[in-house]
């Protein structure tokens, strides 16, 4: 199992940029597959980036082009940077690991961060 922690959300104007992070309790190397998620007030949970072993990518639509998922296997990190900020991009966004074992996927998540796009 892994336990992941979210940070760096916060209130941003129309077009700026945030940097999410997440840290992960193991080696991120050894997990098969890390995202972000997001859930706005009222929608349901939805992904927003995904990234597996081989650095294979990606994304939701609505963010293509604006928003970059990463990872650091030294830091054991993930990070999801937004860039051109829309206040439809406003949510809580939430770290995802998932790991193939001999019980089948595991999934972990975090508690979420909160993104606001106001001005």
């Known amino acids: 199992q892994v336990q992941v922690v979210e940070s760096g959300g916060d209130l941003v104007q129309p077009g700026g940029s945030l940097r999410l992070s997440c840290a992960a309790s193991?080696?991120?190397?050894?997990?098969?597959?890390m995202a972000w998620y997001r859930q706005a007030p009222g929608k349901q949970r939805e992904l927003v980036a995904r990234i597996i072993r081989t650095n294979d990518t990606n994304y939701a639509d609505s963010v293509k082009g604006r928003f970059t998922i990463s990872r650091d296997n030294a830091k054991n990190m993930v990070y999801l940077q937004m860039n051109t900020l829309k206040p439809e991009d406003t949510a809580v966004y939430y770290c995802n690991a998932d790991l193939f074992g001999p019980t089948g996927w595991v999934s972990s998540w975090g508690q979420g961060t909160q993104v606001t796009v106001s001005s």
């Open positions: 193991r080696s991120i190397s050894t997990i098969d597959a």
